[in-house]
């Protein structure tokens, strides 16, 4: 079974300062690695997607995330945080062997002036 | 990326009513549908998969009865919650994918459901 672990569901940094947001997997077969971003009371928009080839993933709004086979990991990073880039973020899971995306808890960014 | 849209955006209705919510893939063919809840400051919940022209699949849980989909097309998916209660307010998404493995699913803005 596949799962996704996200740890801290509240990370807050000031307005510059570099995001980092973690999330840990567990697949029994290649997976497919997803983060998307959340808004309050809108749907999900993708940031940036892992399936195969170069480990190192760029996404939307500068955003990237590395994936790290050997630590089961796959944390979103972005240089420098923006005022806009408070919202909650969620990091997904799938594989070949299922179209379904598992989710984990989510981590809610915050960003100070 | 695609757009997907759901409506109505939010909806109060009173307790046992019945309350539809449409999912339109606009900007390509979504051969498969998914449907979420969403409780406050929590993660997404799958409920169910539907794709075109067949029977949804339901999670683990989750009443068929009580939340019937139907995936009629390939860009509409309908939501029905029937004979609502107020354990039933909540925020539901629809994402829509191509059905391949390790295809994107597009979200919807989402629905908030609230029953009185």
């Known amino acids: 079974a596949q799962s996704v672990t996200q740890l801290g569901s509240h990370v807050s940094v000031s307005e510059g300062a570099l995001v980092l947001l973690r999330c840990n997997y567990s697949?029994?077969?290649?997976?497919?690695l997803f983060w998307y971003v959340q808004y309050p009371n809108q749907g999900l928009q993708l940031l940036l997607k892992?399936?195969?080839?170069?480990?190192l993933v760029k996404g939307i709004n500068g955003f990237e995330a590395e994936f790290k086979k050997s630590e089961t990991s796959f944390h979103l990073t972005k240089p420098s945080a923006h005022m806009s880039d408070a919202a909650e973020y969620f990091c997904?899971?799938?594989?070949?062997?299922?179209?379904?995306?598992?989710f984990g808890s989510g981590t809610r960014l915050l960003v100070r002036p | 990326g695609a757009v997907v849209s759901q409506h109505p955006s939010w909806v109060i209705c009173k307790s046992g009513t019945s309350v539809k919510i449409e999912c339109r893939s606009l900007d390509f063919q979504a051969t498969t549908m998914f449907w979420y809840r969403q409780f406050p400051k929590q993660s997404l919940m799958l409920m169910a998969t539907?794709?075109?022209?067949?029977?949804?699949?339901?999670e683990q849980g989750v009443e068929k009865d009580k939340f019937l989909i139907n995936h009629a097309s390939l860009t509409l998916s309908t939501l029905t919650v029937t004979s609502a209660h107020p354990e039933d307010s909540s925020f539901y998404i629809c994402s829509a994918s191509s059905g391949q493995v390790g295809e994107t699913q597009y979200f919807g803005p989402g629905t908030r459901l609230l029953v009185l």
């Open positions: 539907s794709n075109e022209g067949s029977k949804a699949t339901y």
């Open positions: 892992y399936t195969t080839g170069a480990t």
């Open positions: 997904a899971v799938s594989s070949d062997s299922s179209y379904k995306l598992i």
């Open positions: 697949s029994s077969v290649p997976p497919y």
